[in-house]
C-alpha cells in the first residue's frame, strides 16, 4: 500500500510554499555568493575599463623616422632585374632550354615596357 503524502510534506501548505530552514539557510548563503561574486566581477570590470581609459588618455610613441622602411626607386631595381633576366636568357641559351628563353624572354620585355613607361633608361646597374 501507498502511503499518502500531505500537501505540507511537499512544503506546501495555506501560508504558500514552506521551506525547511536548512534549505532556506543554503539558500541566502548561495544567495551571498552569488551577490559577493557579482560584485567582484563589476569592481574587476570597472577597473579595466579605468586603465583603458588612461592608457588611451597618455600620448602613445610614434615611429622614429630613421625606423620606417621606404622602398629604394622602381627603376634601379627594374634595372637589375632586367640584367638577371638577360643572364638567365644567356644561360638557357647555352643549355637549349627553349621555353626557358622563352620565359625569360617575356619577363625581360615586360620590364623593359615598365622602364619605358617610367621613362627611365635601359642601361645596366653600375656596381
Known amino acids: 500500500m501507498r502511503e499518502r503524502l500531505r500537501l505540507e510534506d511537499l512544503g506546501l501548505g495555506p501560508q504558500g510554499i514552506v521551506l525547511p ?12 555568493n552569488a551577490r559577493r561574486d557579482a560584485e567582484e566581477d563589476r569592481r574587476l570590470y570597472e577597473e579595466k575599463q ?18 620606417r622602411w621606404t622602398p629604394r626607386p622602381p627603376a634601379p631595381r627594374l634595372r637589375e632585374r632586367l640584367c638577371t633576366e638577360r643572364q638567365l636568357i644567356t644561360d638557357a641559351t647555352d643549355c637549349g632550354w627553349e621555353r626557358e628563353i622563352e620565359r625569360h624572354q617575356h619577363i625581360a620585355d615586360r620590364i623593359t615596357s615598365l622602364l619605358d613607361d617610367l621613362g627611365e633608361s635601359h642601361d645596366e646597374p653600375a656596381d
Open 21 to 32: 530552514p536548512e534549505l532556506l539557510e543554503r539558500l541566502a548563503a548561495e544567495y551571498e
Open 50 to 67: 579605468r586603465r583603458r581609459r588612461e592608457a588611451a588618455a597618455r600620448p602613445r610613441p610614434s615611429a622614429r623616422r630613421d625606423t
